[in-house]
């Protein structure tokens, strides 16, 4: 059963990739457009609001990854002298604060959903669509993160700051 839930998990993770890929593709395509088309004495009105709603989609939607995968900054100057059950409570106290900010994520995101009526100036694009990719985001990070409490998703950065011995 976890082995099936951690890989329904990396699957959606992998597509999440997937979107966040061709999302920096585009963002590619878009900018280099947007210099040619200054060169050239002209401009993309929509560019730069379309490069931000991207940016903002990219940053939320790879959170989840990076939990999974450990790529979050961790300082272990001193955590690394710790005793082991320290560092087995440091690691569950990192992994409950990632819970709380992803249930932040969904709280705030929903209220921002369901307040905001504005849209975007040059595209249109009701703002609220937005604030829904932080709703999904957070659903992600408290997923990903619930599987971390459940020993899923080891990662070589974690297993080595809790096997790291002191030298001697």
């Given at each position: 059963?976890?082995?099936?839930?951690?890989?329904?998990?990396?699957?959606?993770?992998?597509?999440?990739?997937?979107?966040?890929?061709?999302?920096l593709v585009?963002?590619?395509?878009?900018?280099?457009?947007?210099?040619?088309?200054?060169?050239?004495?002209?401009?993309?009105?929509?560019?730069?609001?379309?490069?931000?709603?991207?940016?903002?989609?990219?940053?939320?939607?790879?959170?989840?990854?990076?939990?999974?995968?450990?790529?979050?900054?961790?300082?272990?100057?001193?955590?690394?002298?710790?005793?082991?059950?320290?560092?087995?409570?440091?690691?569950?106290?990192?992994?409950?604060?990632?819970?709380?900010?992803?249930?932040?994520?969904?709280?705030?995101?929903?209220?921002?959903?369901?307040?905001?009526?504005?849209?975007?100036?040059?595209?249109?694009?009701?703002?609220?669509?937005?604030?829904?990719?932080?709703?999904?985001?957070?659903?992600?990070?408290?997923?990903?993160?619930?599987?971390k409490f459940?020993?899923?998703?080891?990662?070589?950065?974690?297993?080595?700051?809790?096997?790291?011995?002191?030298?001697?």
């Amino acid at each position: 059963m976890k082995d099936m839930a951690e890989n329904a998990i990396g699957k959606v993770c992998f597509v999440v990739e997937a979107i966040c890929r061709i999302a920096l593709v585009f963002m590619v395509c878009i900018v280099t457009a947007q210099v040619i088309a200054r060169a050239l004495g002209s401009n993309i009105k929509w560019c730069e609001e379309v490069m931000l709603i991207l940016l903002d989609v990219m940053m939320f939607l790879l959170l989840p990854i990076g939990i999974k995968d450990d790529l979050h900054i961790r300082i272990e100057v001193f955590a690394k002298y710790f005793p082991y059950r320290v560092k087995i409570f440091l690691v569950c106290f990192s992994n409950i604060i990632l819970a709380l900010v992803s249930i932040c994520m969904i709280r705030y995101g929903a209220h921002l959903m369901a307040s905001t009526s504005s849209k975007f100036t040059t595209t249109g694009l009701p703002r609220k669509y937005l604030y829904l990719v932080t709703v999904i985001s957070g659903v992600l990070c408290l997923v990903v993160t619930a599987g971390k409490f459940f020993g899923m998703f080891h990662t070589k950065a974690t297993d080595e700051f809790l096997a790291e011995k002191l030298a001697p």
